[in-house]
């Protein structure tokens, strides 16, 4: 049990709450790929002959261990939400994972298929068969019975209120004993349609997390204290004859002749319970991370070791158990991913305390880390130019990096401003939400030496957005509008008035303002700066660490634990939810480039989606300051055309062509050229008749036109 789950327990013991679990639900939106989330932790695990079944989050895995020494992984099947408990039983595997039972026929390990499922109240924490019964310790849900004699149509039979949070579940005979915290208890199943309570083994001060049963004594694994014992004999007056104590994190126990090994945190304990008033330490064995569950094979048991994966020890001799094999998971990525910024199909990504990561994002599918470096402070957000990254990291102020070598990076001297929350470019121009210091502006023009040149102070800093002339600057609950013609004199302009709770990011598109506000989406004009006006909002389900950024005619939100929402924007005044995903928790920053959209999950690092409705090659954003990128000629052209830009500075400049389902066909620069006027030719001949997108980037901002190939 962590500590989260022991304040869930906490306020249920205070009154009771409601166990939400949010569903990975989509629509209009495609996953295509992550960085930082790792596999999932390995929680469950169960051994039936040479064959381990395990989790690796949402993956029931199967592994052959006739050679413990070189186990061979089979068949793995992906469910929609994390395992927490599995068993089999006959020839199929039953896994809790969410609010689901999955019945899984597992009799040809190599392609297990899933044959039903049920849905259920409550939170599946841990699961046992009777014959063709299956029980469910499901939270604040209780115990819940199904009949799964049909797999393809499972349907629940009975169910009953356990007063605790129900933990585990364990069958022996026809009793099934429940884990609930505070107590094991005991109920009649000989008749699964009618349960009956029958006893229960109280445990006032500490918390039973699971409990197994054999013959006339039930194994109680304490979280806080040990291993209770406890003589069922008699179910209706159990009691406690027995404790070993082992100290907290107690997780699950198992059986196996005369021992009780104990899967305990950072270790596994093997104890002699051979006098079951009297249990002894045998032996112990260091795990490298967590120890969740346990089961028994023959001579050796199985370990699911959280995030370092699947462990099989040798017990041949419990007083000396030792590491056979080791089934690793990719573990998740250290920190917390709060902001990313996209260009030159590289992410650069703000992870918290763990500094800036950089990742190679030209296959969505699988972004790799290029390069990442520790930086002092708390990396909240960041933005590029000209080979150089500026990380606001809070009270680390603004970090500088060289990201020209993403395999070398190396720092600079930092900047110095008071707590930076929010960082946004413009230009030669990086402005900062500097809390007290209200909005800090950093001259780039040299981005190897910048200069901070003013700072607008009035006002404490929350987030900020830019677009050329115009710049917004949030505090707790107000978002002021500054003229930033001359960014060393920033004039303030108008005020949209209070916000319910303010709001971290927020993004300026022509017109109109849009900024998250706790769980609604709102949108102002900001046509007269002097006098925005709100003139649309719409329920996000976001919180006040949100943010939005838009391209074409949609609006992206990161809506936290509401996941990433869409909203066509084509008519400001009538914006409508178009798209979403919810699956990934705590979504905090996106960007989005044609239609992907790269989104820092904390947590679960930067995930990359697809939004679907953007099936062709879209109008690309206002041309920027820096550069002029001219229409090819001659257009339509069959099969070369020239295309000229002009750049105002010397810049790193990439050059891309795209087809209409916004996949790359051709890079056609990506190299450091001078100022002034550039020409490059373009070739069709092994490209079919349609309409394409050549993007010019740089300087982290990009303009991209359309041309038709006819041949």
């Not at 006959?90 to 039903?116: D, H, R």
């Not at 406690?240 to 950072?266: C, H, M």
Request: with cysteine; charged share 15%.
């Amino acid at each position: 049990m962590n500590l989260r789950r022991l304040f869930i327990v906490v306020i249920c013991l205070m009154g009771g709450i409601v166990n939400l679990v949010l569903a990975q639900e989509t629509s209009n939106m495609t996953f295509l790929g992550n960085y930082g989330k790792g596999e999932g932790q390995c929680k469950a695990v169960f051994t039936l002959g040479t064959l381990t079944y395990f989790n690796v989050g949402e993956k029931l895995k199967i592994a052959d261990f006739s050679d413990p020494v070189n186990p061979v992984q089979l068949g793995s099947l992906s469910f929609d939400a994390v395992i927490e408990d599995l068993v089999r039983s006959g020839n199929y595997v039953y896994a809790t994972a969410g609010s689901k039972v999955f019945i899984v026929n597992v009799q040809n390990p190599l392609t297990p298929s899933l044959a039903g499922s049920f849905s259920f109240t409550g939170f599946g924490e841990g699961i046992a068969t009777k014959t063709t019964y299956v029980l469910v310790a499901a939270g604040d849900g209780g115990l819940r019975i199904i009949d799964a004699s049909i797999p393809s149509s499972p349907s629940e039979v009975s169910s009953v209120d356990t007063i605790g949070y129900a933990e585990s579940v364990s069958v022996s005979g026809d009793y099934a004993y429940v884990a609930t915290g505070s107590s094991v208890r005991i109920i009649n199943i000989s008749n699964p349609a009618s349960p009956v309570y029958v006893g229960e083994i109280p445990d006032p001060l500490d918390y039973y997390q699971s409990v197994t049963v054999r013959g006339n004594y039930a194994y109680i694994c304490d979280y806080f204290v040990g291993l209770r014992i406890a003589d069922v004999s008699n179910p209706a007056s159990p009691t406690i004859v027995g404790t070993f104590f082992s100290g907290e994190r107690n997780a699950r126990v198992q059986l196996d002749g005369n021992y009780a090994y104990i899967a305990k945190g950072d270790s596994l304990k093997i104890v002699d319970v051979s006098n079951p008033s009297s249990p002894v330490l045998t032996g112990s064995l260091p795990m490298d991370d967590r120890a969740l569950s346990v089961w028994v094979g023959i001579d050796h048991i199985f370990i699911a070791d959280r995030n370092s994966g699947l462990k099989c020890v040798n017990i041949s001799n419990p007083a000396l158990p030792s590491l056979v094999s080791s089934i690793n998971v990719l573990p998740p990525a250290s920190g917390s991913a709060y902001g990313v910024f996209v260009t030159d199909s590289k992410a650069y990504v703000a992870y918290g305390t763990s500094g800036l990561r950089i990742l190679d994002i030209s296959n969505a599918g699988s972004p790799t880390l290029l390069g990442e470096i520790a930086l002092t402070g708390d990396c909240r957000q960041v933005v590029v130019k000209g080979g150089y990254a500026f990380v606001a990291a809070r009270d680390g102020g603004v970090r500088v990096v060289n990201v020209t070598n993403p395999a070398s990076l190396t720092e600079l001297p930092s900047i110095n401003t008071p707590r930076a929350r929010g960082i946004t470019i413009e230009g030669n121009y990086v402005y900062v939400a500097a809390s007290d210091s209200g909005m800090a502006i950093i001259d780039v023009t040299d981005p190897a030496n910048p200069v901070w040149v003013t700072s607008v102070s009035a006002y404490y800093g929350e987030g900020v957005a830019v677009t050329e002339n115009l710049a917004a600057l949030t505090d707790y609950g107000n978002v002021r509008l500054y003229d930033i013609t001359n960014p060393l004199s920033p004039v303030l302009l108008g005020e949209t008035g209070a916000l319910v709770s303010g709001t971290a990011g927020m993004y300026i598109d022509g017109n109109y303002l849009y900024v998250p506000d706790l769980d609604t989406l709102r949108i102002y004009n900001i046509s007269d700066p002097n006098a925005p006006v709100q003139v649309y909002q719409v329920y996000s389900g976001g919180s006040f660490d949100g943010s939005v950024v838009t391209e074409g005619q949609y609006a992206y939100v990161a809506a936290e634990d509401n996941g990433v929402r869409v909203f066509d924007i084509s008519n400001p005044l009538a914006t409508v939810e178009a798209a979403y995903y919810n699956g990934t928790s705590s979504a905090r920053g996106v960007t989005v480039d044609i239609g992907k959209v790269y989104v820092a999950h904390l947590s679960d690092g930067l995930t990359i989606y697809q939004n679907d409705l953007v099936t062709g090659v879209e109008d690309e954003i206002p041309v920027p300051s820096e550069f002029t990128l001219m229409q090819n000629y001659p257009n339509p052209f069959n099969p070369t055309t020239n295309i000229a830009f002009e750049l105002k500075e010397r810049a790193l400049v990439s050059l891309e062509v795209f087809n209409s389902l916004g996949q790359r066909v051709a890079i056609l620069l990506n190299n450091q050229l001078p100022a002034g006027s550039s020409n490059v030719s373009f070739d069709g001949s092994l490209l079919s008749t349609g309409v394409y997108l050549y993007r010019l980037q740089t300087n982290g901002v990009s303009i991209a036109k359309k041309m038709i190939l006819i041949k």
